[in-house]
T-cell receptor, first 115, second 112 residues
Framework: ETGVTQTPRHLVMGMTNKKSLKCEQHLGHNAMYWYKQSAKKPLELMFVYSLEERVENNSVPSRFSPECPNSSHLFLHLHTLQPEDSALYLC??????????????FGPGTRLTVL | AQSVTQLDSQVPVFEEAPVELRCNYSSSVSVYLFWYVQYPNQGLQLLLKYLSGSTLVKGINGFEAEFNKSQTSFHLRKPSVHISDTAEYFCAVSGGGNKLTFGTGTQLKVEL
């Protein structure tokens, strides 16, 4: 595997379900990100992890819970979601550090539908 | 804080015609600028980036962009488009660190 991979690619869940999205990067990067992409809206940055520590949480509802067990893996745990949470969830990684320009590499995304 | 404006939500163009996708930004610090492309059902792929130096930046697939500091613009151009260029294009700005601010995207539709 190369680059950034995400599983599953598609997910349909009910509002009472619990599911997890997985992201893995094979680039040796030390920062990982979750974005939400909804139709007609800019990409919304949800969470940022740098060196496995959460450094940003952009007012995301608690029904989204991230986990970064190591620098190569990132999870997004989902529970009691709402229909408006249906979107494409993108994972990205970058080589973080002072003075870096933050070129981010993206995975293919998970298309989430909440019924 | 930074912001990005992509004025055109959709740009239709005929194959082999030139195209320009507009991007304006605002920032209180020096910026790094990016264009990403997203094909249907895929993630974002970097087309090109401006970090410093020459204001004309060349990227993949024949695209180029020009950084204009006085007009705070970073427009994307291609002299002759192909059907395969049909995709959504995102302009993004970074002031350094780990935050990228994206525009709302421009859907480029290339027609025969």
């Amino acid at each position: 595997e190369t680059g950034v991979t995400q599983t599953p690619r598609h997910l349909v869940m009910g509002m009472t379900n619990k599911k997890s999205l997985k992201c893995e990067q094979h680039l040796g990067h030390n920062a990982m990100y979750w974005y939400k992409q909804s139709a007609k809206k800019p990409l919304e940055l949800m969470f940022v992890y740098s060196l496995e520590e959460r450094v940003e949480n952009n007012s995301v509802p608690s029904r989204f819970s991230p986990e970064c067990p190591n620098s190569s893996h990132l999870f997004l745990h989902l529970h009691t979601l709402q229909p408006e949470d249906s979107a494409l969830y993108l994972c990205a990684s970058s080589q973080d550090g002072s003075g870096n320009y933050n070129e981010q590499f993206f995975g293919p995304g998970t298309r989430l539908t909440v019924l | 804080a930074q912001s990005v404006t992509q004025l055109d939500s959709q740009v239709p163009v005929f194959e082999e015609a030139p195209v320009e996708l507009r991007c304006n930004y605002s920032s209180s610090v020096s910026v790094y600028l990016f264009w990403y492309v997203q094909y249907p059902n895929q993630g974002l792929q970097l087309l090109l980036k401006y970090l410093s130096g020459s204001t004309l930046v060349k990227g993949i697939n024949g695209f180029e962009a020009e950084f204009n500091k006085s007009q705070t613009s970073f427009h994307l151009r291609k002299p002759s488009v192909h059907i395969s260029d049909t995709a959504e294009y995102f302009c993004a700005v970074s002031g350094g660190g780990n935050k990228l601010t994206f525009g709302t995207g421009t859907q480029l539709k290339v027609e025969l």
